[in-house]
Every structure is written in C-alpha cells, then in structure tokens.
C-alpha cells in the first residue's frame, strides 16, 4: 500500500531525490548509508560556506565584512556626504585645529578631514576592529568547535562518531562564518551610531583622519533638533581632540589593542560548558522566531564567559584606560566650547542621551570586555578638571608623557590626593626613552 499523504503535500521520497540531485548526488543514493550521510553534509555546508580555498580567519573577517556592509545598507540611502558637507567639515576641523591649540599642551596634527558614509567607516576601521576582536573569536570558535567535536565522539550509536574526520574542516568553516556574521551585524549597528571615526572612544583608524558621518549626524540632529552647524563643530571638535592624544601619545593605542589581545590571551574555554549551554538553548519547537531566540541565547552565553581574577585585573586596567581619555576630551572640549560655543551644554547632553540609549553592546562589550560606564567618564573628567585648576593645562596634559605616572582609579576618585603628592624629579634616561617612543 502507498503511503499516506495529505492532499497538496509533496511524496518526501520524491522530495528527497530533488534534493540529492540538487546537490549533485546520485538520485538513488541511500541515505541511511554512513558515506552518503557524510557527502550530503558536507554539500549542504559547501552551499552555505562556498569559500573552500579560504581559511577560517578569512572566511570570518569576510563574513564580518559582508554583513555590516549589508546591514547599513538595509537602513536605506548611505551617501558620502555633499560637497557642502564636506565643505562644513573642512572648515569645522581647521576651527578645532585653531581652538585646540589654546587649550592643550598637545601640538596640532597633520589630520584629513574627510566626509565618510557608514560602509567606508566600517571598511576603514576593520583593520583595527580585527587587531582587537580576532583573538577573542579565534578562542571561542575553537571552543565550539571542540563541542561539537566532543559530543560527536561520544554518539552511542557510532555513526556520528565515524563522521567526525569528513565533517571537522566543514564545521570548523561553519562556525567561522556564524561567528563573522555576530559580529558583522554588531559592526553594522556600529556604523549606524557613531558621529566621527573614533566617536566609540577607541584608536580605531591608522592615520589621523577626522571623519564625520553626516547620515547619523542628521538622524540625531532631527530628533534632538539640534542645529546643523554647531553638531558638526562640536563632533568634530571632540574629535580632533581625540586624535592628538591618540597619535601625539604614542603609547595610548598600542596600550589599549595590548591589554585587549592580553584579555583574550587570558580566556579559558570550557568545551563541555559550552556544549551545555548549546543544549539548554536549542528549542523544542523549530520556527523563525525560535530559531532567532536561541542564537541569541547562545551568543548571550558563549560572548559572557566567567573572568578570571586576572581577567578582571585587565579590565579594570583597560577601562580605566578609555574612561581617562574620555575624561580627558570632555576636559578640553568643555574648556574650548565654553568660550567658543555658546549653548554646547544642549549638544553635549543630547549626544550623552544618544550614547546611552543608541550605543551598541554586540561588539565592544561581550568579545573584548569594554564596558567604560558614564559615571567613570565624569569621574575622570572631574580629576582632569582638578589637575587643570591646579596645575594649569600644560600640567595636565604632561601627565601623559609619563606613563608611569598615570593616575590609578583611586586617584581618579580622590585628585586632590593625587595632587598632594610629590611629582617625581625628572630623569635625563626617561626623556631620551620619551624622545626616542615618540619618534618611533
């Protein structure tokens, strides 16, 4: 007797021939064989990652790549920026340039000012991105790769096991590929709230350009309805800030890329916790809205792994790093805008607000561990801010040079402490050591 099927519904058998010759395998193929089962896999993950000539490295940064690229582009029009943006921008940065000088003991840079939409911000600050987050995905990719190979091993009935060898190089792309593609649509999202090329507080480009994005300038222009010319001064002002302390103290950028790769150096992967955590998230029931859940879930709990106390040493150390240059560009922006830009506390406080509500976590926080709270950038803008009445802008700003003598988060809570203290005699050796960092 046939088998039953309701009306409308395709024969499974029939529908299973298509597939395989689809895939170009014989029509007749036996499924239940261990072989067939394996070249059919192995079809399947050829389909969804077709780069075999690529490595894992590879087949994730293009991933990543490819999917922030279509994320920003799914938003809808992503110009450059006019000739009058770019015009606005030209003469924000020269006006910066001539502000600055006034306010800090850093000497002004050589800087591009560049109109950019979001695909060329992502295309410019991948390199950086890779520098920083690679170690940390490499680890967890192989993690779940261990897993999954583990539980394979372990399938009572052996049939799994005897796949092992055919599909490890196909998992092992597959997994890069799902990891590129987490953290692509987090560079997306990325792209979508920055204001200018270092706007999320990390050296992220090689050269000193100050990049505006007018596509999310306008977007949060309109909702805060700011003006358009004293937004664009103001981000443009941070920036140029920013990009003298990251490429005039030429420690601060290879520090913070050292202490990430160094968090990540420090990670320990347990594959069969992981392999739980695969389990306990897989739904019962398979649909679009279930299958979404549980990446999130997974992703949730392979991105939050428990730190070690060393770990967490790093961390405090890192963030307490980033909150001091912020603090730092609050510092000097607030003592330009106060004489320059009537009205900047609305702009500084709208931005403040699209920060914390606009701000993506998918990428920053959960794979290199940043997690710098608005609460400590005030804090360390409040300790610059005493150094300066103190000590004068030149004071505060030598600190730099020294990183021996950077303050420790004690400090940061208690300047006048701080301050107290004895400053160090100056040693002939540490100049020249200066001189010589500097040049290099």
Known sequence: MDAF???????????????????????????????????????MMRRLVPSDSMSDETVVWETVRQMARQFVASLGPDPSGSSRAARQVSEAVHLAELWLTEATLLPPLPVTPVVWSRAEWIETTLPAWKAMVEPVIGLLAAGVNDAIQSRLSDDSDGEMAGLQAALHPIMSRFIAAMFGAHVGEGLGQAATTTMTGTDLGLPLLAKPVVAILPTNLAAIQQQAELADEGLMMYCALRDVARQRLFFQVGWIAPQITALVQHYAREMRVDPEAIARAMEDAVPEHMSAETVAAFQSDFFSILFTPDRSDEQQAILDRLNLLLALVEGWVDDVTATVANRWMPGWEAISESLRRHRATSRPKSVVTPLIGVNVSPKAIREAAGFWEAVRGARGADGRDDIWHHPEAMPSGADVADPAAFLARPAEADDPWDDELRRFLDEA
């Open 5 to 43: 099927h309701p009306a409308g519904a395709e024969d499974p058998m029939e529908a299973l021939r298509k597939l395989l010759k689809d895939l170009g395998l014989p029509e007749d193929a036996d499924v239940n064989d261990v072989e067939v089962r394996a070249d059919l896999f192995r079809t």
